[in-house]
Structure formats: C-alpha cells, structure tokens
C-alpha cells in the first residue's frame, strides 16, 4: 500500500499531468515514450485525461489529497481494438517518488479495473533494460511473461491473475 492517494484520472488534471511531465528526468520521459518528450503539448495532454474510462482507464497518484495536489504517478491502459480482451498499459512514477511502491499499488489497481471492464491480458512494449517495469508484470501476472525481443525495445504481455480469481469466485 502506498501513502499517496491514488483515484481515476479526471480532465481537471491537464495543467497537473504537463507539470508532472515536465519534472520527469529525461530517463524517465524516454523510458515511458521511448524517445524524449520535453512537453506534452495541450492535445497530448487533453487526449490523455479526456478518456471513455472503459477501453481508455488512467489512474493517477498524487502527493496529497488537496484538489490541486500535483500527480506524482501516472497508470493507463487502452484497449487494442473494440471488444478486446487485451489493452495497451503505461506507467511513469515520478524520479522522486520512485522506489516507494507508487507503482506495485497502481499496478494491482490497475490490473483490477482492467478486469473490472473486460480486458484480461495487458501488454506493454518497453525497453529491454528496464527491468523494473517487468517486475512489475510478473507481480499481476497469472502465469509466465510472454516476451518477444525486438533489438532495444521488447513486447510483453501477461494474463492477469486477478481474472482468474474473478472467474473463481
């Protein structure tokens, strides 16, 4: 569990989502977008917290509860085609609030509220190195990582063992 409230992105969070980015290390910033973004411009932003919230979910940390408390971490899925089972994810937790299990606690939530909307395999295409990112994958997963290497960058994707303790229930 982490001390930093964690609740859905909302489109009040525009200005905060650009002020969150732009504080990231260029590290961070390449290892989310696999290239350096200096700034989300004002549609990258808006695309990214205008949201159906059923194949387009994002979660958000942030460093209190106050309503203007700036996001410290930022959680999404999308869903790869209408009436996927499997959605798209991405995470990018803030340098100084990394290591702090910001992004264990946005991970389970987020695996929970895939399931929730019918998706049961996430997948990701990430940097081979970043190791963290897969552990992450390997603490949902029901089952093995299924991997393919593509040079620098890897494709992932994993069932997700909360599905299936939903169908056991």
């Known amino acids: 569990m982490t001390d930093y409230p964690i609740r859905p ?4 969070d525009r200005e905060r989502l650009r002020a969150f ?12 977008f696999l ?17 159906d919230g ?11 509860d106050a309503p203007d408390a700036p996001l410290v971490a930022v959680a999404r899925f999308i869903r790869v085609a209408e009436g996927s089972e499997a959605a798209e994810f991405a995470i ?17 939530r987020l695996a929970e509220a895939a399931v929730d909307r019918g998706v049961v395999r996430l997948r990701a295409t990430m ?13 949902i997963a029901d089952g093995p990582v299924r991997r393919r290497e593509l040079g620098s960058l890897a494709e ?5 063992a909360a599905a299936r303790h939903r169908r056991a229930a």
């Open 127 to 139: 940097l081979s190195t970043n190791l963290p990112i897969q552990r992450l994958m390997m603490a």
């Open 35 to 51: 290239s350096i973004k200096p700034e989300l411009s004002c549609r990258d932003a808006r695309s990214l917290v205008e949201i």
């Open 21 to 32: 980015h732009q504080r990231l290390s260029t590290e961070s910033q390449y290892r989310r």
């Open 9 to 12: 992105i909302a489109p009040d």
């Open 92 to 108: 990018v937790v803030g340098d100084d609030y990394q290591r702090q299990g910001v992004a264990a606690e946005l991970m389970r």
């Open 54 to 64: 059923r194949d387009h979910f994002a979660l958000v940390a942030t460093d209190g």
């Open 156 to 160: 992932a994707e994993v069932d997700l």
